[in-house]
């Protein structure tokens, strides 16, 4: 069976998203979902004219260290392996958070280029 990488999900990070997911909302038609990130942040997800996600506008505090702009997120099988071979391959990693309440085990990194990765275990969130 053939393994698992498929791109799941993009996120604007950025200092004060409300501005930038109304200027999305205004300029494409999308429609703004809050969502709660807790501790006083609030990022957005928007929403296209069929009711589905499109992408996020997330607040930058909730990724310590990480200096902003478009996120990817791949979600990969073999996840641990395919972490452990990021800084190996010349990628930096910013920051990783296990699986859990919600959850799948993520891990952010900038490839050799400097762009920013989401790399996300395969499977439902536990």
């Given at each position: 069976m053939p393994e698992k990488q498929q791109i799941n999900w993009v996120d604007m990070v950025v200092a004060n998203p409300k501005p930038l997911a109304e200027f999305y909302a205004t300029v494409v038609g999308y429609t703004l979902e809050p969502c709660d990130e807790g501790e006083g942040r609030i990022s957005y997800s928007l929403i296209d004219g069929k009711s589905k996600e499109a992408f996020g506008i997330c607040d930058k505090n909730s990724f310590p260290n990480w200096t902003g702009g478009w996120v990817l997120y791949i979600e990969v099988d073999n996840f641990e392996e395919r972490v452990a071979r990021?800084?190996?391959?010349?990628?930096?990693?910013?920051?990783?958070?296990?699986?859990?309440?919600g959850r799948r085990a993520e891990c952010l990194f900038r490839d050799p280029s400097g762009a920013g990765v989401m790399l996300q275990a395969a499977g439902e969130p536990v």
């Open positions: 990021i800084e190996e391959h010349g990628g930096k990693i910013v920051g990783q958070w296990p699986g859990g309440a």
